[in-house]
Structure formats: structure tokens, C-alpha cells
């Protein structure tokens, strides 16, 4: 069973723009802080950006003032909306879902993002 299902990742030169997208195939959704990580080659796996449930937003210094996450509770979708793009930002990305409910975590397989002339 596949709980969540990221798409929109690919080739973008520096400067441009991609928005990620992670749906939902469960119904923990709603009640759950969504995360977006992102894992480069040879490196950890770091939180990239945060909502709450009520939509509340939080991000790692690095993509501040660049990146936008944002969700979509009637449709299961979390966001990640990527401006300016740079070369350093090359690497999968990662949705995570966070249930407090219930302690459970819920992972994504991974879209990749790279991010090259």
C-alpha cells in the first residue's frame, strides 16, 4: 500500500521554477503536520518545509523567501511551489506525513528534482 504518491519533479535550469505535489491515499490527511525533505546525492535526508493541519508554515533557512508549501485538505495535497531555483537544491524529494493521533509516519517514495544548465 502506497500512502503517498509525490509528482512534479524534474530538469529545471537555474533560476526557473517546478511545484512539487504529494497526494494523500489515505484518510489520516486532515489531522496530519505534512512535510517536505529532500535527500542529495551522498548526503542525509534534511526537512526542507512543514504545515500544520491548519495550515501553518515553517522552512529551513535555505529555502526561505523561495519556496512555498501549501496544502489542499479537500483534495489530500500538500505543495511545494519552488522559485529560484539553484543548483544545490538538486535532490530527491521526500513527502512525509505526521500523525500525532496516532504515532504513525507515512513516507513517500521520492521525486527527484535536478536543477542544472
Known amino acids: 500500500q502506497v500512502d503517498l504518491v509525490e509528482s512534479g519533479g524534474g530538469l529545471v535550469q537555474p533560476g526557473g521554477s517546478l511545484t512539487l505535489s504529494c497526494v494523500a491515499t489515505?484518510?489520516?490527511?486532515?489531522?496530519?503536520?505534512m512535510h517536505w525533505h529532500r535527500q542529495a546525492p551522498g548526503k542525509q535526508r534534511d526537512l526542507v518545509a512543514s504545515?500544520?493541519?491548519?495550515?501553518?508554515?515553517a522552512y529551513t533557512d535555505s529555502v526561505k523567501g523561495r519556496f512555498t508549501i501549501s496544502r489542499d485538505n479537500a483534495k489530500n495535497t500538500v505543495y511545494l511551489q519552488m522559485n529560484s531555483l539553484r543548483p544545490e537544491d538538486t535532490a530527491v524529494y521526500y513527502c512525509?506525513?505526521?500523525?500525532?493521533?496516532?504515532?504513525?509516519?507515512?513516507w513517500g517514495e521520492g521525486t527527484l528534482v535536478t536543477v542544472s544548465s
Open positions: 489515505n484518510t489520516f490527511f486532515n489531522r496530519a503536520v
Open positions: 504545515i500544520t493541519p491548519d495550515g501553518n508554515p
Open positions: 512525509n506525513a505526521q500523525d500525532f493521533s496516532n504515532g504513525m509516519n507515512y
